[in-house]
């Protein structure tokens, strides 16, 4: 399919421990989001990338919480020393945004990284 | 603090019935989105309203923005089981393209 791709579907792992999480967007989608949903709530903003660099990572919990991009496609999601807390669904999006238009351009969302921190 | 609220939080209805969840904020966003996420998936785009008062309509689904842009409804009319999910609103304000996310409506529509 030509949808936005994640992977692990699941992860699940210690307390302490680092993770990565990937996403893969639409192919030619230049701007890229991750979000974090809990049980019960929406969808949550963490940081948005436009080609390679992170336009707003305003949501960022902490610093334990770092996203890459390195080529303008695939990113990945790292969380180090992981806390109960951080257990939620994390969704990727891609949009085609060519330039911002401060409208939130539509997103396509992939299935998601169900992560549980034991 | 929700910068958006959606009410009612959960719905259930039988078929055929109508129905109107309401999505409310003290802000206002320069658009605002539906989407509709179902069990293990991602939030799938229904509808993005621009214009103050604008009213879109999507086959039984109509989706109006308030006129000063702080609100939206989404009625849906002679429901279907299929209609079942979480409906979730999203706004993007002025300048920016995060969008933020309402907590969501459960819909469930029984046969």
């Known amino acids: 399919g030509a949808g936005v791709s994640q992977t692990p579907s699941n992860k699940v792992t210690e307390k302490g421990k680092y993770v990565e999480l990937r996403c893969d967007p639409i192919s030619g989608h230049t701007a890229l989001y991750w979000y974090r949903q809990s049980l019960g709530q929406g969808p949550e903003f963490l940081i948005y990338?436009?080609?390679?660099?992170?336009?707003?990572d305003s949501g960022l919990p902490n610093d334990r919480f770092f996203a890459v991009r390195p080529e303008g496609s695939v990113s990945t999601l790292k969380i180090q020393r992981t806390e109960r807390g951080d257990s939620a669904v994390y969704l990727c999006a891609s949009s085609l945004l060519s330039v911002g238009r401060g409208r939130g351009d539509e997103q396509f969302f992939g299935p998601g990284t169900r992560l549980t921190v034991l | 603090t929700q910068l958006l609220e959606q009410s009612p939080q959960f719905l259930s209805i039988q078929e055929g019935e109508n129905l109107t969840v309401y999505c409310n904020s003290s802000s206002v966003f320069s658009s605002l989105q539906w989407y509709r996420q179902e069990p293990g998936e991602g939030p799938v785009l229904l509808v993005t309203?621009?214009?103050?008062?604008e009213v879109k309509k999507l086959k039984r689904l109509t989706f109006q923005f308030g006129d000063a842009r702080k609100d939206s409804s989404l009625h849906i009319t002679a429901a279907q089981t299929g209609d079942t999910g979480l409906y979730l609103c999203?706004?993007?304000?002025?300048?920016?393209?995060?969008?933020?996310f309402g907590k969501g409506t459960k819909l469930t529509v029984n046969p």
């Open positions: 999203a706004g993007a304000k002025g300048g920016s393209e995060k969008l933020v």
């Open positions: 990338f436009q080609g390679t660099g992170a336009a707003d």
């Open positions: 309203v621009v214009t103050g008062g």
